[in-house]
């Protein structure tokens, strides 16, 4: 009879590993391993295949911050509709898409940051990566939102939107780690409310529609 050669394991395979069984200790545990070595022993790979992928714990939780946001695009750019969908429609669809991806990861979530969320201040190391790749994300909605001239173009302002839809990011998932309304209705309120918000802000207003006017009557004297 023919042998049938063994099966290697995948690098992402054993990647997915390492990641899946990080967060299985961290929700059996309630907190993150303190020895690499015993982690490893306890999931039975080797120490140099961790550090093959991860330098530390940390890069860990931040794949999975990156792994959430990639899910949620990959979520968002199946459905057809998404494409005819306005900067505004994109950002809304893509916070309901990421909380509920997020959802999924709740209880991984709060054992690592509990109901205070994330710090006020100082970004945690582990969210780097996701932030840059939201930023790319964000860069790319506002870019469309000016060429149809649903955002508005404004000198100096305008190369800071994509942060200041990163801080929504970082409000949006306060709030929701501290939600307790039943199906996290709030959050879904506030996705709503903030979004809206930002995009009035970022938008045409009143006020720019009355410099245009004044420029108009300033030229035609």
Not at 110 to 123: C, F, H, M, Q, V
Not at 158 to 186: C, P
Request: with cysteine.
């Amino acid at each position: 009879m023919e042998k049938v050669a063994p099966k290697k394991t995948s690098k992402v395979d054993k990647r997915a590993k390492i990641i899946s069984s990080f967060k299985m200790y961290i929700l059996e545990n309630g907190k993150a391993p303190v020895s690499v070595f015993k982690f490893c022993r306890d999931i039975k790979i080797k120490e140099a295949e961790f550090y093959a992928y991860f330098p530390n714990f940390n890069a860990i939780k931040g794949a999975v911050w990156q792994e959430i946001f990639s899910n949620t695009l990959s979520i968002l750019r199946a459905e057809p509709v998404y494409n005819e969908y306005s900067s505004r429609e994109k950002l809304l669809a893509f916070f309901y898409t990421w909380i509920e991806e997020l959802k999924h990861n709740r209880s991984y979530l709060l054992a690592i940051y509990d109901t205070e969320g994330l710090p006020p201040k100082s970004l945690p190391e582990e969210l780097r990566g996701f932030r840059e790749d939201f930023k790319a994300y964000a860069k790319e909605v506002i870019k469309e939102g000016e060429e149809s001239e649903e955002i508005a173009q404004r000198p100096y302002i305008t190369d800071k939107y994509d942060e200041a839809v990163w801080l929504q990011v970082m409000f949006l998932f306060r709030f929701w780690i501290k939600d307790q309304s039943a199906g996290f209705e709030k959050t879904d309120q506030a996705i709503e409310k903030s979004v809206n918000f930002a995009f009035d802000l970022m938008g045409k207003s009143a006020l720019d529609s009355f410099v245009d006017f004044a420029k108009f009557l300033y030229q035609s004297r």
